[in-house]
């Protein structure tokens, strides 16, 4: 690993800086790093002339630079595997009728709850690997799937220690109002006043959660019992997010909104009564193509609406083991293209600047600005559409996270 300040210079810039229009390109770009944060962002003949005297100079050979990539909703801590259920769906039965026979999130109850807290940090590395091996520095990592108190802070735990095993950012959340397990069920109000609250007390008192979140759906929680939710998030000063509308609509993005809530996630069957109170409350619509792919939906959220009322978009994997086996940013960003119509700027912006925002982080991450942390991707492409463009092809070329990262000899001689 380098150490000290450096300047990354010859590079192209896809800064997503707001102030700039589209990406924020800058052609003659450096992005000058001091103490693990961006000192400058942009034209080498901006660049102070007294700058880092004595700094590590880094040559790109032309390659573009973008903010490390943001992967903003994630269920990446979860034990075994749910092919079975594919096995499933591909023989006719729909995701709710799987759930209403015990599968879907509740399947994963068991596996989840009979690991340690070392059993599910091992299985979780090689997909938080796989994410990181494309550009990923920030990562969202949910519980959801233990449905007790212990389990649940067991899960979080091992969020955590997932950002010390690796040099990566982990934004944990808490997920308590996932669903119902067998032990609860038909008494949705006892297992929110005997796990999920107090399990969010505790959880805030060991400092494991950064944010909470709840699935609104007929298979899950109603309006109102995700309201005794986010109601205690707020007495403890947590912001919130929302799985909603995602196979129904119960005005799941218009409650989130109500909550100022970070972000509302999936959104298929979200209206516009329902993206204008997203836009007011400046709530992020975050886009999960890989579920709409995987479970073969055919109702796709209503993007016109989002860009019509101003709703800003954030992209990410859903990378869960029923829904979303998914551990590709890269993959899912193809996906918001083609499935669901987005631009190359949308889906590049929506897993940086975007779901900086939407992880309530946008302050210190998601563009290339000065006074943020120093998270770079360095790309083997020749230009950014390549990275939306393309399908089952990596061109990372270096991964920097807070300026410290091994960057490979350009004796290609670079993208030029």
């Not at 942390?373 to 092809?393: C, H, K, S």
């Amino acid at each position: 690993m380098a150490t000290g300040d450096r300047i990354f210079t010859r590079a192209r810039l896809a800064t997503l800086d707001p102030r700039l229009p589209g990406l924020g390109i800058v052609e003659n770009g450096v992005v000058a790093v001091r103490d693990g944060r961006i000192l400058f962002a942009g034209d080498a003949a901006g660049l102070p002339a007294q700058a880092l005297a004595g700094a590590e100079t880094v040559d790109c050979g032309g390659r573009w630079i973008t903010p490390g990539l943001i992967d903003c909703h994630t269920h990446l801590v979860h034990a075994g595997n749910r092919a079975r259920e594919f096995e499933m769906r591909l023989a006719g039965a729909s995701y709710e009728e799987i759930a209403r026979a015990g599968g879907g999130i509740v399947s994963s109850v068991t596996s989840l709850r009979a690991a340690s807290e070392d059993d599910l940090v091992a299985e979780s590395l090689p997909r938080l690997d796989a994410l990181v091996a494309e550009g990923v520095t920030t990562v969202e990592v949910k519980s959801g799937y233990g449905l007790t108190v212990a389990d649940e802070l067991k899960m979080l735990r091992a969020a955590r220690r997932l950002a010390g095993a690796r040099d990566v950012g982990v934004v944990a959340t808490w997920l308590g109002a996932h669903a119902t397990p067998a032990e609860y069920r038909g008494r949705n109000g006892d297992f929110l006043r005997e796990v999920v609250l107090p399990g969010l007390e505790a959880a805030h008192a060991e400092g494991l959660a950064d944010a909470v979140d709840g699935f609104c759906e007929g298979i899950a929680f109603s309006p109102d019992e995700i309201r005794l939710v986010f109601d205690a998030a707020k007495k403890l000063g947590l912001p919130v997010k929302l799985h909603a509308d995602q196979l129904s609509n119960l005005h799941g993005a218009a409650l989130a909104a109500g909550y100022g809530a970070l972000s509302a996630d999936h959104l298929e069957y979200t209206d516009e009564a329902g993206a204008a109170a997203m836009a007011k409350a400046g709530t992020v619509a975050v886009l999960l193509p890989g579920a709409f792919y995987f479970i073969r939906e055919t109702r796709k959220p209503p993007v016109e609406l989002f860009r019509k009322h101003g709703v800003k978009i954030a992209l990410a994997t859903d990378c869960n083991p029923g829904t979303a086996p998914l551990t590709s940013l890269l993959l899912a960003m193809n996906m918001g293209a083609t499935l669901f119509g987005l631009t190359v700027e949308e889906c590049i912006a929506g897993v940086t600047r975007e779901a900086a925002r939407a992880l309530g982080r946008l302050g210190e991450i998601g563009t290339l600005e000065a006074g943020k942390e120093a998270d770079l991707a360095v790309w083997d492409v020749a230009e950014p559409a390549e990275l939306v463009y393309r399908m089952g092809f990596n061109p990372l070329h270096a991964r920097i996270r807070r300026g410290q990262g091994r960057v490979p000899s350009h004796s290609n001689g670079g993208i030029a």
